[in-house]
Nanobody
Framework: QLQLVESGGGLVQPGGSLRLSCAAS????????IGWFRQAPGKEREGVAR????????YYADSVKGRFTISRDNAKNTVYLQMNSLKSEDTAVYYC?????????????????WGQGTQVTVSS
């Protein structure tokens, strides 16, 4: 069964950068659109970015547009999230997942095979 593992989180100062990775095992990501989501304490899970199976199409939440970049390397079976100009409000656990339905770009109910998440903390 396909399993996703997120990595790359950590503590960073406001204005800093991190690159998250979403690596797959037990199968290939090549045929799937992949989404990145985040969940802060006491808040609902929200979509951050999505990339198509080919990598040719991307979608971003307004809150991260211009600061985050999603990309993928199908040869490495990995999807990335480059996060620049980080703000305290970006603090959350970040998850990746496989898109299996097409009702909306970043609707969590359309995604499966969630990873365990990686913590991102933006603080001085």
């Amino acid at each position: 069964q396909l399993q996703l593992v997120e990595s790359g989180g950590g503590l960073v100062q406001p204005g800093g950068s991190l690159r998250l990775s979403c690596a797959a095992s037990g199968g290939t990501l090549n045929a799937y659109a992949i989404g990145w989501f985040r969940q802060a304490p006491g808040k609902e899970r929200e979509g951050v970015a999505r990339i198509s199976a080919s990598g040719g199409s991307t979608y971003y939440a307004d809150s991260v547009k211009g600061r985050f970049t999603i990309s993928r390397d199908n040869a490495k079976n990995t999807v990335y999230l480059q996060m620049n100009s980080l703000k305290s409000e970006d603090t959350a656990v970040y998850y990746c997942a496989v898109r299996v339905r097409n009702s909306a770009p970043l609707r969590p109910e359309d995604y499966v095979y969630w990873g365990q998440g990686t913590q991102v903390t933006v603080s001085s």
